[in-house]
């Protein structure tokens, strides 16, 4: 398999495989996590609208691991970081990240960051591995409690 990461465009068909992939792999979430995850409003339209807003990158023919790359400030924000549950352990995810690397450097930003739920203690430990460190823990809107955790890494 290919591990260059490709980009994704608003017309692309292959959105389709994303929106399969990306609820593929957060379905375990599904009443692990409060509030529940954004994607369940993720339809193929909405995401050809952040295509065209933000960059999505994709590994694998058809799509087994994928990003949205989004600038924020003086970081890019990573955010559906996702790889087929079949696809785990091969080291994609660190593809994906060292590509979400390469594109803050041509960028120019400082940092790259992502959320996590408070929840998921094994996705903290992947993105601990993979470099980034935990910036803030934030809340949801109507809850009292944190729900996320912002990590960051700085740009190599």
């Given at each position: 398999?290919?591990?260059?990461?490709?980009?994704?465009?608003?017309?692309?068909?292959?959105?389709?495989?994303?929106?399969?992939?990306?609820?593929?792999?957060?379905?375990?979430?599904?009443?692990?996590?409060?509030?529940?995850?954004?994607?369940?409003?993720?339809?193929?339209?909405s995401?050809?609208?952040?295509?065209?807003?933000?960059e999505?990158?994709?590994?694998?023919?058809?799509?087994?691991?994928?990003m949205?790359?989004?600038?924020?400030?003086s970081?890019?924000?990573?955010?559906?970081?996702?790889?087929?549950?079949?696809?785990q352990?091969l080291?994609?995810?660190?593809?994906?990240?060292?590509?979400?690397?390469?594109?803050?450097?041509?960028l120019?930003?400082?940092?790259l960051?992502?959320?996590?739920?408070?929840?998921?203690v094994?996705n903290?430990a992947?993105f601990?591995?993979?470099?980034?460190?935990?910036?803030?823990?934030?809340?949801?809107?109507?809850?009292?409690?944190?729900?996320s955790?912002?990590?960051?890494?700085?740009?190599?």
């Amino acid at each position: 398999m290919d591990l260059t990461p490709y980009q994704l465009g608003p017309g692309d068909l292959a959105l389709a495989d994303v929106l399969t992939l990306m609820r593929d792999c957060f379905a375990y979430m599904e009443g692990r996590i409060d509030p529940p995850s954004s994607l369940g409003t993720v339809t193929q339209s909405s995401l050809q609208q952040t295509a065209s807003e933000a960059e999505i990158w994709c590994i694998g023919i058809p799509p087994v691991a994928c990003m949205i790359l989004t600038p924020k400030g003086s970081s890019l924000y990573l955010g559906k970081v996702c790889v087929a549950p079949t696809h785990q352990r091969l080291g994609l995810a660190r593809h994906l990240i060292d590509h979400a690397n390469d594109r803050a450097r041509q960028l120019r930003l400082a940092t790259l960051e992502l959320r996590t739920r408070v929840e998921l203690v094994d996705n903290h430990a992947t993105f601990k591995a993979l470099g980034f460190t935990e910036y803030a823990r934030t809340a949801h809107p109507g809850y009292k409690h944190p729900t996320s955790i912002t990590m960051r890494k700085p740009v190599s």
